[in-house]
């Protein structure tokens, strides 16, 4: 009695035996993915996403004022100073300050004399808006390293599809390959669009987080296609909807249980980690919920359009005989 009740989890996000039948709602899971990605793509384009300096190029410095921070203030100081185009934002306490400028033009953009040149503009700004102030930290990228950042974060984001898809492909079938890859896409579009609407900046940070949700949700979905892998050599006479719907409940509390403890674990990164940490915290939590949900509702009805009869006449081919289990019943 000890022993079994030592054995078993003291919590289940659904019970044992629970047949929910997802693959009613493939059509519409599709759609409205469909749907959200296409709404993605159309935010890219206009307004766009927010750049960082990593990819945009320019200059940041963090300031801490003595009291609480004065914009107009600062504002005014900075263009006193020929710093017009700086953009303020409170991060931190009252008291901390972000300065974002453009990359300035000239025959001496980006070179490490104008760069210091304009940072000084900076600090002696804030110290003639609000006496007493320091600068914590000032980081500048030239327009030509921005440009470099930008081109191979993509190429990072495309090499780890295609990873993806080889070591798919070479542990299952062709059919799990593309349909892993495809969700994992309208994933990606759909965190794109998401940074498009909060205006996080787009920067190596941003691009580390979208790496991160890729490697979440890839294994996300092998727990469940293991497991219709093993159910199609358990039940080899099962329509294949039926068993994709089995294999999803199977995996239903791991699922869950993996991805509150991951999303829990982020949550105090977004709430309490602060500008540095916040944006990644969040898209992260986005990502987490995104690449759990697409597993079922959009990976799962994807490998049935595309494997229903050829997955289904591979596990149909004849088997030893103790091991048919055509009329086994399902183990949860």
């Given at each position: 009695?000890?022993?079994?009740?030592?054995?078993?989890p003291l919590f289940r996000f659904?019970?044992?035996?629970?047949?929910?039948?997802?693959?009613?709602?493939?059509?519409?899971?599709?759609?409205?993915?469909?749907?959200?990605?296409?709404?993605?793509?159309?935010?890219?384009?206009?307004?766009?996403?927010?750049?960082?300096?990593?990819?945009?190029?320019?200059?940041?410095?963090?300031?801490?004022?003595?009291?609480?921070?004065?914009?107009?203030?600062?504002?005014q100081a900075l263009a006193k100073?020929?710093?017009?185009?700086?953009?303020?934002?409170?991060?931190?306490?009252?008291?901390?300050?972000?300065?974002?400028?453009?990359?300035?033009?000239?025959?001496?953009?980006?070179?490490?004399?104008?760069?210091?040149?304009?940072?000084?503009?900076?600090?002696?700004?804030?110290?003639?808006?609000?006496?007493?102030?320091?600068?914590?930290?000032?980081?500048?990228?030239?327009?030509?390293?921005?440009?470099?950042?930008?081109?191979?974060?993509?190429?990072?984001?495309?090499?780890?599809?295609?990873?993806?898809?080889?070591?798919?492909?070479?542990?299952?079938?062709?059919?799990?390959?593309?349909?892993?890859?495809?969700?994992?896409?309208?994933?990606?579009?759909?965190?794109?669009?998401?940074?498009?609407?909060?205006?996080?900046?787009?920067?190596?940070?941003?691009?580390?987080?979208?790496?991160?949700?890729?490697?979440?949700?890839?294994?996300?979905?092998?727990?469940?296609?293991?497991?219709?892998?093993?159910?199609?050599?358990?039940?080899?006479?099962?329509?294949?909807?039926?068993?994709?719907?089995?294999?999803?409940?199977?995996?239903?509390?791991?699922?869950?249980?993996?991805?509150?403890?991951?999303?829990?674990?982020?949550?105090?990164?977004?709430?309490?980690?602060?500008?540095?940490?916040?944006?990644?915290?969040?898209?992260?939590?986005?990502?987490?919920?995104?690449?759990?949900?697409?597993?079922?509702?959009?990976?799962?009805?994807?490998?049935?359009?595309?494997?229903?009869?050829?997955?289904?006449?591979?596990?149909?081919?004849?088997?030893?005989?103790?091991?048919?289990?055509?009329?086994?019943t399902p183990a949860a």
């Amino acid at each position: 009695m000890t022993s079994s009740l030592l054995g078993r989890p003291l919590f289940r996000f659904v019970k044992d035996g629970t047949r929910i039948q997802f693959m009613r709602g493939r059509f519409l899971g599709l759609g409205v993915s469909a749907f959200l990605s296409l709404a993605s793509i159309g935010l890219f384009f206009y307004p766009g996403l927010t750049l960082g300096i990593d990819f945009k190029g320019g200059i940041k410095v963090e300031a801490r004022t003595q009291g609480p921070a004065d914009f107009a203030r600062i504002r005014q100081a900075l263009a006193k100073n020929g710093v017009t185009d700086a953009g303020l934002q409170r991060f931190g306490g009252d008291n901390d300050v972000l300065i974002s400028i453009d990359q300035p033009g000239g025959k001496d953009a980006g070179s490490e004399a104008a760069t210091q040149n304009l940072v000084d503009k900076v600090r002696k700004g804030v110290s003639e808006a609000q006496p007493g102030a320091t600068i914590l930290s000032a980081d500048a990228v030239g327009a030509s390293v921005s440009a470099e950042l930008f081109r191979n974060g993509l190429l990072a984001l495309g090499i780890s599809l295609l990873m993806i898809l080889a070591y798919i492909w070479f542990r299952f079938e062709w059919e799990f390959a593309v349909s892993a890859v495809a969700t994992l896409i309208l994933d990606l579009t759909k965190t794109i669009g998401f940074l498009v609407i909060t205006r996080f900046e787009f920067d190596l940070v941003m691009v580390a987080a979208i790496l991160t949700i890729l490697g979440y949700s890839t294994n996300d979905k092998v727990v469940v296609y293991d497991r219709v892998r093993e159910n199609l050599r358990k039940y080899r006479s099962m329509p294949l909807r039926e068993l994709i719907d089995l294999s999803i409940n199977e995996t239903l509390n791991r699922t869950l249980g993996t991805s509150s403890t991951v999303f829990l674990a982020a949550l105090p990164l977004a709430l309490f980690g602060g500008h540095t940490l916040a944006g990644f915290a969040w898209v992260m939590l986005f990502g987490i919920v995104v690449g759990t949900s697409s597993s079922i509702f959009i990976a799962a009805p994807i490998l049935l359009l595309l494997g229903e009869k050829r997955l289904r006449r591979d596990a149909q081919k004849p088997a030893a005989r103790g091991d048919r289990k055509d009329k086994a019943t399902p183990a949860a």
